[in-house]
């Protein structure tokens, strides 16, 4: 099995440019989609960015995603930060036989 | 619109079963597949089982196999998860989410989630 690292938190202060990776430990990046997930206080989780880099309706173009396979990980950025941003953000992705969440990043917007 | 509503959690003595039901409606439930994810208490994601649109794949997390049993009824849209021999490291919010692809698409909806306590 393979597990997805991501840092415990970041945070930045409101219109920076924030990046979040997600590193994974076994098998290429490249090889399974990569998602993102949302998830606000008291909320259920959200998509923000699917199949690696795509951005399903409604969610605003300041949120992109990004694989490399030189670091085997996937990249989620946020732009222009607004305070609505804060939360705790999960990548996913899978292989042959699991799926796998990182552990979360929690993004502190101040 | 797209609403899945969790529902049969509470509190469960070590060892007992229970079931959660997730109950769909605003999409063409039979035409996608469905996880359960769970988030213990202050912790993060962990996906917990998979099953195809028509019940015929079925997946599990090595944590859950042979506990838990994934399945769903299309003519109700409803999914299921029964859940035996519970641990007190089974205590989580427990999240149904609907995959358009079952192993390889994201989870483009969820629940509101249902708590299950496993306790004495």
Redesign the interface.
């Known amino acids: 099995?393979f597990m997805l690292t991501q840092p415990h938190s970041v945070s930045e202060s409101p219109g920076k440019t924030v990046t979040i990776s997600c590193t994974r430990s076994s098998g290429s990046i490249a090889s399974?989609?990569v998602?993102w997930?949302q998830?606000r206080p008291g909320s259920?989780?959200?998509?923000v960015i699917?199949?690696d880099n795509q951005r399903?309706s409604g969610v605003p173009d300041r949120f992109s995603g990004s694989i490399d396979s030189s670091s085997n990980s996937a990249s989620l950025t946020i732009s222009g930060l607004k305070t609505e941003d804060e939360a705790?953000y999960?990548c996913?992705s899978?292989d042959s036989?699991?799926?796998?969440?990182?552990?979360?990043t929690k993004l502190t917007v101040l | 619109q797209v609403q899945l509503v969790e529902s049969g959690g509470g509190v469960v003595q070590p060892g007992r079963s229970l079931r959660l039901s997730c109950a769909a409606s605003g999409f063409t439930f039979s035409s996608y597949g469905m996880?359960w994810?769970r988030q213990a208490p202050g912790k993060?994601?962990?996906?917990v089982a998979?099953i195809s649109n028509d019940g015929s794949n079925k997946?599990y997390?090595?944590s859950v196999k042979g506990r838990f049993t994934i399945s769903r009824d299309n003519s109700k849209t409803t999914l299921y998860l029964q859940m035996h021999s519970l641990r007190a490291e089974d205590t989580a919010v427990y999240?149904c989410?609907s995959a358009f692809d079952f192993?390889?698409g994201?989870?483009?909806h969820?629940?509101?989630?249902t708590l299950v306590t496993v306790s004495s």
């Open positions: 099995n399974n989609y998602q997930y998830q259920s989780p959200t998509t699917y199949e399903p705790d999960y996913q899978y036989s699991n799926q796998v969440f990182g552990g979360g | 996880h994810v993060g994601l962990d996906w998979v997946y997390a090595d999240y989410a192993w390889s994201y989870y483009g969820w629940g509101q989630g």
